[in-house]
């Protein structure tokens, strides 16, 4: 496994996981993470934390106008969703048949 640089987070947070937002203009909103950027320590969470970007028309095929841009929020702001009890849980990782899983604290369920 490769060693985290000085500006690398470490995140027990992966992509298409099912999180829900704490903190913030989208409190409370779930949504699955589409990317992790471990430089920065953030997630983008689809249809979470959407912010309007007035764009002019590119010399390219882009149109102008007023379009959708997902916001990254810090890791420390969202929690995963607990698969049984659809509330936020912790992540943790224990052995199982001498490979290492994660699971949720709150429910004990094995996450794929």
């Not at 490769?2 to 996981?17: Q, S």
């Not at 007035?54 to 969703?81: C, M, Q, R, Y």
Request: aromatic share 4%; net charge positive.
């Amino acid at each position: 496994m490769a060693e985290l640089t000085k500006y690398e987070v470490k995140c027990k947070l992966k992509k298409d996981d099912e999180v829900i937002v704490l903190t913030g203009k989208s409190k409370g909103e779930t949504g699955k993470i589409s990317r992790v950027d471990r430089k920065s320590g953030k997630v983008f969470v689809g249809g979470v934390n959407i912010s309007k970007r007035h764009t002019k028309p590119g010399t390219t095929s882009e149109e102008g106008g007023i379009l959708d841009k997902v916001i990254p929020l810090d890791i420390s702001n969202v929690a995963l969703v607990d698969p049984k009890t659809s509330k936020p849980t912790r992540i943790g990782y224990k052995l199982q048949d001498g490979k290492k899983v994660r699971f949720a604290k709150a429910s004990g369920t094995v996450l794929s």
